[in-house]
């Protein structure tokens, strides 16, 4: 059989090595002088130097951003149940009430009507994920944050270097996280980086992360030990100058798929808003919902190619986050659970690869018509 084809692959170079074992040789591994130029960097890079902090994971980012933006108990946040756990977990861990919405059903992001019908004198904000790579609705969802003074939060977990209209990913609301564990479009081996739109979200991101102290044993607030080590910064750094490079391949990746598989019936390609630059975090089609299991096991068993179902079971059913969904039912979101499927994009594959892809998909297809 051929070579397996992974649906994701980090790429770690001898540049990471050799940045990794200069912080371990200096003796200073702990948040220090590395996390500080990574911060500087990565603002500099994503978005347009708005002051940015690094913390352990995504989910830790998001979760003290909404603290830092004065999310607390009696709050609601408006969030997409299409998405990654982390999303309604961060709104749930401050003591707010996540109010699951569904998903207008192009983009798999937030559906404005959805989200206008769910405001009520409680909502605070409204966290939109830029799924995939692909921004969100940008400018229906600001029209609806403006009308009503509600906050924006974003999830840009997988929206490195992603755009509308030229604007960047990153910085659109309060604060945005954006999440550097491994398979995302860069990493650091864990963490996670917040822009911050104002200089308070920012310096209250920095006391939560270190305790609640901004002077050594001054304690201000209630905080956490959410620091990014100087290890993990090293390797952000150098993955930093690399990304560009990567995104555009992923970028070419995707054209290509697109050209193999656009003319398949039965598969839907990824769709791409004109205002929008899509950074393929995931490369997702749409398959008919019995197709799409299918399609998914014999990937893997027929064709040695892994690829995968983001995400199954959509947040508002999860059983943790259920209990703020009574009898909830998100159409767009249950259809999108069934029929996505996100084949490999990564920057490691090469024509050849995306070659194997395409024709597994066709003969899978084939196979079962
Ligand atoms: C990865 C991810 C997160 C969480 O980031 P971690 O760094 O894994 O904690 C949150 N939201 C979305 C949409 C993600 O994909």
Known sequence: MSDFIPAAKPIIGDEEREAVDR??????????????????????????????????????????????????????????????????????????TPVFVDIEPNYFTLDPEAVRAAITPRTKGIMPVHLYGHPFLVDQIEAIANEHGLAIYEDAAQAHGASWKGRRAGTFGDFAMFSLYPTKNMTSGEGGMVSCATAEIARNMRLLRNQGMEKQYENEVIGFNTRMTDIHAAIGRVQLTKVDAWTAQRQRNAAALNAGLGELAGVQIPLVADEAVHVYHQYTVRLDAGERDRIHVALREEHNIGSGVYY??????????????????????????????????????????????????????????
Not at 362 to 367: G, I, K, N, Q
């Open 312 to 369: 199954p079971i959509p947040n508002h059913r999860l059983l943790p986050l259920a209990k703020f969904a009574p009898g909830l039912d998100l159409p767009e979101t249950e259809r999108a659970a069934r029929e996505v499927l996100s084949l490999p994009v990564h920057p490691s594959l090469g024509e050849g690869d995306i070659e194997r892809i395409v024709a597994a998909v066709a003969a899978t297809l084939r196979a079962g018509a």
């Open 23 to 96: 912080v371990l040789r200096s003796g200073m591994i702990a948040q220090g002088p590395e996390v500080a130029a990574f911060e500087r960097e990565f603002a500099e890079h994503f978005v347009g130097g708005r002051e940015s902090v690094a913390v352990n994971s995504g989910t830790s980012g998001q979760h003290l951003g909404l603290l830092a933006a004065g999310v607390g108990p009696g709050d609601e946040v408006i969030v997409p149940s299409f998405t990654f756990a982390a999303t309604g977990n961060s709104v749930a861990l401050t003591g707010a």
